[in-house]
């Protein structure tokens, strides 16, 4: 209270803050991740276009997933993919096959049931996430209830591009999310996916709070030899806006996220037992086993069995079925490395910090490539002379498995934006003291405020540099701010309402290329 406001004799007690106002850091690992889910419904409400914030995978299965019935039933599916086996006239020249009684078959999905969102959640916690807001568009769609081309790219045509875009804007209320992601972005034509990712990057830049992390069509089956084709499409269709706050990342990955229970009879044909019942016991080769459980199953006698009892029942009877799956299931794991990445970058944050490369490192769950890529053929993905867009490499290394070989953003030829570890640190400290800062807005524009927001900041920036985020022998090396009359703002600035603070910042940058240097030389006594 002023003195001049004291009115009635007595003893008045002042408090004196004894310690500054602090900068508190923003969480740097919060994805948010836009698509299509099994339900969005939860305690009556529908979350479908309403950004939502989960902290576990149980959190986004209460809300997005269809719930479980009671026991003995089995699990409900969330995700269920439908393939078809096509006969060959010859060796297919693309994608996945099997050889069944001398007859060669194409095994492909109905490309309107394939969808990512889901399996991509599933391997973002599984290496390590934490904090994540889901944007569900809407429920899965119709199959088409046809086989794809087998050397098609897939196009699901129940993904649409207005519904990402609009779950993209939606995210423009919402300051917490530090990347986007959106897996199902390769489901679109490539036109429409330049059109989103173009959005994305443009988001990004008004929002200046987060990163967009991209998948590359084409990514999942890559040709041996024109996979560069596929490289160079990306690139035509990213535009040149906001590439500071894009990382892409290729190939797709090979996941043990989906297991043998989730693939079964009900995944084939669309659910037609006549055409599998056709490839397994064929009237060449007639398996009486298969055909009982088949006729049981289309017309169970007494109590019927469940779905995973009668998949059961067919793996023993078949060799054949069984390799079916296996195929099916391989296919049905191999994800785009979106969601994945947002688990690894989030490791790395609370293990390490944000200004440590997330690379060199290993992805859980990943099993296999679609493609092993050599050193000389990730040159043209590491650094592209034309446009300057870099892509990083899953690669896989003998004695080491797979590993994220690549820190870069789509902006590789700047100097200042090249790294993906450099862009999410900046992101960080800039946001941590522009929340810090609002406590001084509408304070006086005098000496003392300029004085206490640079303390503020300084504290801050110190630790910093302490954690290892900042380069420099001491902190005087490491940043500087400035703020004051002379300095940083004019007279008309401060009668205008200005105050300019300036921070210069040295994060540290990734030893992207150690050089060793070796030279002989002649022996000498001791």
């Not at 693309?94 to 490309?111: A, C, F, W």
């Not at 206490?452 to 540099?465: D, N, P, Q, R, Y």
Request: proline share 7%; glycine share 6%.
């Amino acid at each position: 209270m002023l003195q001049s406001n004291r009115k009635t004799p007595g003893v008045y007690i002042n408090e004196l803050n004894a310690f500054p106002n602090s900068v508190v850091p923003v969480a740097t690992a919060v994805p948010a991740f836009i698509g299509y889910t099994p339900q969005a419904f939860y305690q009556g409400k529908s979350y479908t276009n309403i950004p939502t914030k989960v902290s576990s995978f149980t959190e986004f299965k209460a809300i997005y997933c269809i719930p479980d019935p009671a026991a003995p039933a089995d699990p409900s599916k969330q995700y269920n993919p439908q393939y078809y086996l096509v006969a060959q006239k010859a060796l297919p020249a693309k994608g996945d096959y099997l050889n069944i009684n001398g007859t060669y078959y194409s095994i492909v999905p109905d490309p309107n049931t394939i969808y990512y969102l889901y399996n991509s959640i599933r391997l973002f916690y599984q290496n390590g996430g934490g904090d994540a807001y889901i944007v569900s568009v809407g429920p899965y769609g119709s199959p088409s209830k046809n086989p794809m081309n087998p050397a098609d790219q897939i196009v699901n045509l129940n993904v649409q591009l207005s519904d990402l875009l609009n779950g993209l804007a939606l995210l423009k209320n919402e300051q917490e999310p530090t990347m986007y992601i959106c897996p199902e972005a390769t489901l679109l034509s490539v036109k429409d996916n330049g059109t989103l990712m173009q959005e994305m990057l443009v988001q990004c830049t008004d929002m200046q709070t987060a990163i967009s992390i991209f998948d590359l069509i084409g990514g999942k089956n890559p040709d041996p030899i024109l996979y560069t084709n596929d490289i160079t499409t990306f690139r035509n269709n990213t535009g040149s806006l906001g590439l500071k706050y894009g990382a892409a990342y290729y190939p797709f990955i090979g996941t043990t996220i989906m297991q043998n229970q989730e693939i079964d009879y009900t995944n084939l044909f669309g659910g037609d037992l006549k055409q599998l019942k056709t490839i397994l016991s064929p009237p060449s080769n007639l398996n009486p086993t298969v055909d009982k459980i088949i006729a049981n199953i289309q017309e169970p006698t007494g109590d019927p069995l469940t779905v995973s009892q009668y998949n059961n029942a067919l793996l023993n009877a078949s060799q054949t079925y069984n390799e079916i799956i296996q195929h099916v299931l391989s296919d049905a794991n191999i994800l785009p490395p979106s969601g994945a990445m947002a688990g690894v970058m989030t490791t790395i944050d609370n293990q390490e910090g944000v200004w440590s490369a997330p690379a060199n490192t290993s992805i859980v769950g990943a099993a296999s490539l679609p493609i092993r890529l050599s050193d000389s053929q990730q040159e043209n993905l590491n650094e592209d002379a034309v446009t300057g867009k870099s892509i990083n490499a899953i690669r896989f290394f003998n004695g080491l498995g797979i590993l994220v070989w690549g820190a870069r953003t789509l902006d590789g030829n700047s100097a200042d934006w090249k790294y993906v570890p450099i862009r999410r640190t900046a992101i960080f400290l800039e946001q941590s003291c522009k929340l810090a800062a609002q406590a001084y807005v509408f304070q006086p524009n005098v000496k003392n405020t300029w004085e206490a927001v640079k303390a503020m900041i300084s504290s801050f920036l110190t630790s910093i540099w302490k954690e290892g985020g900042l380069q420099g022998a001491s902190a005087s090396d490491a940043f500087s701010v400035d703020c004051g009359l002379g300095t940083t703002m004019t007279s008309e600035d401060i009668l205008n309402g200005f105050m300019n603070v300036t921070v210069k910042v040295a994060i540290v940058h990734p030893a992207e290329f150690i050089v060793l240097t070796f030279q002989q030389q002649m022996a000498t006594s001791s």
